[in-house]
């Protein structure tokens, strides 16, 4: 019941802040598509979950939750394959857009170094081949296909308003998508309230913004993948 309750004040809060959004701006907004991506988020929260622990686990030998994660990245898969949303133009191709990677390519790196010398600073504990092998694959294919991609696109497509800013178009939808990605992790409902842990969202809403650009710039979901797993697992390799 919690964790239905969370997603309800999560679209809630979606839903109000697009709303206001478009009525500041109503010439560009297409309502069916916000109401599309929350949605999208409501299919996206009952894979990870396996239907609120309706369906058997049946990876339960591992910690992590590698079956909520399959679920939700076939989920997001069948949904970028539909006709009006499509692989590649959600950015699931390995082409990338002509002349980004020059400038691209460097900001991954840096990225990769900051979380490189963290890891290198500060250990952490032995990690299991289990441990490795998820950070290494679900985390950035999962989350960077849905908020990435098809999320993405869908509230792009809400909000058809853009500002041009270090060489791509900034839209509404690429704000949203990243405040979305970090009340994944640091919005919830328990113990009969609502909270928000403000550094859990920081750490995650504005790594995600990178994460956006390197979308928008190369058109590809690729590097966006690369960063995310590098970020997730490169403490247990080193």
């Keep these: 019941m919690n964790a239905l309750i969370g997603l309800f004040g999560t679209l809630s809060l979606l839903l109000l802040a697009g709303g206001l959004i478009g009525i500041l701006d109503r010439r560009r907004f297409a309502p069916r598509w916000l109401l599309l991506a929350a949605l999208l988020v409501a299919i996206n929260d009952a894979l990870l979950t396996r239907f609120y622990g309706t369906m058997p686990n049946l990876l339960a030998g591992s910690d992590w939750n590698w079956q909520g994660k399959l679920l939700a990245l076939a989920g997001s898969l069948a949904i970028a394959a539909l006709p009006i949303f499509g692989w590649r133009r959600v950015g699931l191709t390995l082409a990338q857009a002509p002349g980004s990677l020059r400038s691209a390519v460097p900001v991954l790196v840096l990225y990769c170094a900051f979380f490189l010398a963290i890891a ?64 994944t992790h640091a919005f919830g409902f328990s113990d009969g309230h609502f909270s928000l842990d403000p550094l859990v969202m920081a750490l995650t809403a504005l790594p995600a913004f990178i994460a956006v650009w390197l979308r928008l710039r190369t058109g590809s979901l690729l590097l966006p993948i690369v960063m995310h797993n590098f970020g997730n697992a490169v403490s247990m390799v080193v």
Excluded: H, K, N
């Design 120 to 183: 290198l600073a500060f250990p952490s504990e032995p990690a299991s081949g289990d441990d490795i092998a998820f950070q290494l694959t679900m985390p950035g294919l999962e989350e960077e296909i849905f908020y990435r991609g098809i999320l993405l696109f869908a509230l792009d497509r809400a909000f058809a308003g853009r500002v041009r800013f270090l060489g791509v178009e900034w839209g509404w939808g690429a704000v949203l998508s990243c405040l979305l990605f970090g009340m």
